[in-house]
């Protein structure tokens, strides 16, 4: 069962938090470490702005605040999340190697962004769009914050349309994954709802709608292994 609107926030806030420790160890074993290379995807596409702020939302453990950072030496990211333990689980975890020092984390909610208009050359959301209580409010508020000319980089589930990778797949979602993220993580409720989360989201065109909406140019959806994740890029 999916929480209502009015409760989504601090249902998801505490299932994050019960989750946090384990998070990345699940992502690559859940995805057969397939996460690293939707990441890297996302994160070529924003080659062409090697300098300056990037904004990370709902950044989690910084796995995509830690790539932004390796493909750009001269790049910056500020990674907010609105859940405290999943930030405090990525900087306890991550690598001395420079990047840190780049990477800024803030506590702060996507739909108020903590950010000045026009601030980022580029906004990533990977794994956090499903999860917003208001998702319309979330489009708005990066619209807002991001430089005009600047370009906007979902990464998202999305659900294979292939009548042989479907089944496989939802049988796999619904009835084997929330069981070993039960045993491993503690919570199978969390993996549930990330089954249910999957099976309740947008068809990447009612998302790339409501980027236009939200006033996003030249927006465009890309499916990734078999469409079960979609990579989604608008312009301001
Ligand atoms: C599935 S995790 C993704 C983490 C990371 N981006 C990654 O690639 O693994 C989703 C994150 O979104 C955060 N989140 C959900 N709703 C949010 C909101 N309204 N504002 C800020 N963060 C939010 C959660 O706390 C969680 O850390």
Same mark, same amino acid.
């Given at each position: 069962?999916?929480?209502?609107?009015?409760?989504? *926030?601090?249902? #998801?806030?505490? *299932?994050?938090?019960?989750?946090?420790?384990?998070?990345?160890? !699940?992502?690559?074993?859940?995805?057969?470490?397939?996460?690293?290379?939707?990441?890297? #995807?996302?994160?070529?596409?924003?080659?062409?702005? $090697?300098?300056? %702020?990037? =904004?990370?939302?709902?950044?989690?453990?910084? $796995?995509?605040?830690?790539? !932004?950072?390796?493909?750009?030496? @001269?790049?910056? #990211?500020?990674?907010?999340?609105?859940?405290?333990? &999943?930030?405090?689980?990525? #900087?306890?975890?991550?690598?001395?190697?420079?990047?840190? @020092?780049?990477?800024?984390?803030?506590?702060?909610?996507?739909?108020?962004?903590?950010?000045?208009?026009?601030?980022?050359?580029? /906004?990533?959301?990977?794994?956090?769009?499903?999860?917003?209580?208001?998702?319309?409010?979330?489009? +708005?508020? &990066?619209?807002?914050? !991001?430089? $005009?000319?600047? *370009?906007?980089?979902?990464?998202?589930?999305?659900?294979?349309?292939?009548?042989?990778? *479907?089944?496989?797949?939802?049988?796999?979602?619904?009835?084997?994954? $929330?069981?070993?993220?039960?045993?491993?993580?503690?919570?199978?409720? %969390?993996?549930?709802? =990330? +089954?249910?989360? /999957?099976? %309740?989201?947008?068809?990447?065109?009612?998302? =790339?709608? &409501?980027?236009?909406?939200?006033?996003?140019?030249? %927006?465009?959806?890309?499916?990734?292994?078999?469409?079960?994740?979609?990579?989604?890029?608008?312009?301001?």
């Amino acid at each position: 069962m999916l929480p209502d609107i009015e409760e989504k *926030k601090t249902f #998801v806030r505490e *299932k994050f938090a019960a989750i946090s420790p384990r998070y990345d160890l !699940l992502n690559s074993v859940l995805s057969f470490q397939m996460d690293r290379y939707w990441r890297w #995807v996302t994160t070529r596409e924003l080659r062409s702005f $090697p300098d300056g %702020a990037v =904004l990370d939302l709902c950044a989690g453990t910084l $796995p995509l605040s830690l790539e !932004l950072t390796r493909q750009a030496a @001269g790049r910056r #990211v500020v990674a907010i999340d609105f859940c405290e333990d &999943m930030l405090r689980a990525g #900087v306890k975890t991550m690598s001395r190697d420079g990047r840190a @020092g780049r990477i800024q984390p803030v506590c702060g909610d996507g739909e108020e962004i903590p950010a000045a208009a026009d601030r980022f050359w580029g /906004i990533t959301v990977a794994f956090g769009v499903r999860n917003l209580a208001n998702t319309r409010k979330g489009l +708005a508020e &990066m619209w807002r914050v !991001l430089k $005009p000319g600047g *370009k906007l980089l979902i990464l998202e589930f999305s659900r294979p349309r292939n009548p042989l990778v *479907k089944p496989v797949y939802n049988f796999y979602l619904n009835r084997i994954l $929330p069981r070993i993220a039960g045993v491993v993580s503690g919570d199978r409720e %969390a993996y549930q709802y =990330l +089954a249910d989360s /999957i099976a %309740a989201f947008y068809e990447p065109r009612e998302l =790339l709608a &409501m980027m236009r909406e939200a006033g996003f140019a030249k %927006a465009y959806a890309r499916p990734l292994t078999f469409g079960i994740v979609t990579v989604y890029v608008g312009v301001k």
